[in-house]
């Protein structure tokens, strides 16, 4: 699925094979989880393939990096220029791109200098699907700020991730919606989550969640289409049985939410303000939204 036998990955300065890139067992990150990532995404547009807002993915892969103690040595741009490349060797338009770095060889439990820098790419439906989801308020909160860096990119929180989508699928929802430490809601194992009543978009400040790209997006696109936004902490009270809901990320996109824990949003989808939003990010990410005007 992610690869075949002609597919490249990027690899510390090098194009090689997927099926070849070979790394060692020792490697710290696969033992402790210490290695940063992203999710980005590129579309097919009318100028051609366009990465989404790369340089903002990779100044957070930097970020992550740093706050991981984990020295790389590229720039933003620098990674920006590979992307394309990579893009272009696998032939690659509409794409999931994961840039991955890791810590090598350690079984201590202290960054290295031998760091792995990985790009790969390949094409992915949307994630969460599009059918509108039934979501339940997880046992699991978010790691608690105190105990990492939850602004930060790194492999080993997917863990708590990973708990919370298993949980909910086993339990026959489509996705888990998790508090923060304080009982707060926070966010989705892999999404921002907003929610709507009496016409006002709400979501949780930062603090407790990953600050989502495709967020920051749906603030710019509220600021232009004159929706009032709040950013807030708010409980699970107030959420349920409120009008609308979705999930914003790279891979989900603009996902709508049908239920939480069973109780279902007010509006019918096509009614609410994410509806909108949604088909607007649409067009927003394929550099598309005049495609129906002319200007002649
Ligand atoms: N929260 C978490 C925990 C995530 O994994 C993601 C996906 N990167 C998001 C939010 C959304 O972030 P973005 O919009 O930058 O993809």
Redesign the pocket.
């Known amino acids: 699925m992610y690869y075949n036998d002609e597919t490249l990955v990027f690899f510390n300065g090098e194009w090689l094979k997927a099926k070849d890139l070979m790394v060692s067992p020792y490697v710290q990150t696969m033992h402790y989880g210490s290695g940063v990532f ?2 980005i995404r590129s579309y097919e547009t009318p100028d051609g393939t366009r990465v989404f807002k790369s340089l ?2 990779y100044e ?1 892969l930097l970020h992550s990096a740093k706050m991981m103690h984990l020295n790389v040595n590229y720039t933003a741009q620098e990674f920006t220029d590979l992307t394309y490349q990579l893009l272009e060797k696998n032939n690659l338009s509409n794409a999931y791109i994961r840039p991955l770095i890791f810590v090598g060889a350690n079984m201590s439990l202290t960054p290295t200098d031998e760091v792995h820098v990985m790009l790969c790419a390949w094409e992915w439906g949307k994630y969460l699907g599009n059918k509108m989801l039934d979501v339940m308020i997880s046992s699991y909160q ?1 790691p608690n700020p105190k105990s990492c860096h939850v602004e930060a ?1 790194v492999t080993g ?2 863990v708590n ?1 990973i708990l919370a989508t298993t949980e909910a699928k086993k339990k026959g929802f489509d996705e888990a919606l998790l508090l923060d430490a304080q009982g707060y809601v926070a ?6 989550f907003f929610f709507e009543k009496d016409e006002v978009l709400y979501t949780s400040p930062l603090g407790n ?9 749906i603030f710019e696109l509220c600021n232009e289409l004159g929706f009032k936004l709040v950013e807030k902490y708010f409980t699970t009270e107030e959420v349920r049985g409120a009008d609308s809901a979705f999930f ?5 996109e603009v996902a709508g939410i049908a239920s939480l824990d069973k109780v279902n949003f007010k509006l019918k989808w096509e009614d609410s303000l994410g509806s909108i939003l949604q088909a607007k990010y649409t067009r927003r990410v394929a550099f598309n939204e005049y495609g129906n005007f002319s200007l002649v």
């Not at 966010?187 to 921002?192: K, R």
């Open positions: 992203e999710g903002e993915h957070r978010r990119k929180h997917y991730s966010e989705g194992p892999g999404a921002n969640i990953l600050p989502g790209i495709t967020r920051a997006t914003t990320g790279t891979a989900a």
